[in-house]
């Protein structure tokens, strides 16, 4: 009886075997093939964020005077800075408290008074 030999070929595939793991993320146990280091429940959460962003003091004086009702040009006369400034921080306290205009803005600092104290 003869055994004949196949070499394998660059495009084979190989299985992987599960082998038992512990989650990088929670501890728990659970078993990967490959290269896996979270467990499938802790995939598909998304990290807890910050529930209080934490804003600069120029951009809780913003906050403060958009509570107000004060427009761009009156936040810019009176912090002494240039409209498009007053613009761009308008623009980046959007992004960190995830709001979308003005008025919300003015809810969350309504919400959040002891944050901008």
């Excluded at 075997?17 to 429940?41: D, H, M, W």
């Excluded at 802790?42 to 403060?64: G, H, M, N, Y």
Aim: charged share 25%; with cysteine.
């Amino acid at each position: 009886m003869t055994t004949t030999f196949t070499p394998t070929t660059s495009t084979q595939k190989f299985s992987t075997i599960p082998v038992p793991k512990t989650c990088a993320r929670c501890g728990q146990n659970f078993t990967a093939s490959g290269r896996e280091y979270l467990c499938q429940p802790c995939k598909t959460q998304t990290p807890k964020a910050d529930p209080v962003p934490r804003l600069s003091f120029r951009e809780k004086q913003i906050v403060q005077l958009i509570k107000q009702a004060k427009s761009n040009k009156e936040i810019a006369y009176e912090l002494r800075l240039t409209v498009g400034t007053v613009k761009e921080y308008i623009y980046h306290i959007f992004r960190k408290l995830g709001v979308t205009n003005r008025t919300e803005l003015a809810l969350w600092g309504r919400d959040y008074a002891g944050e901008l104290a």
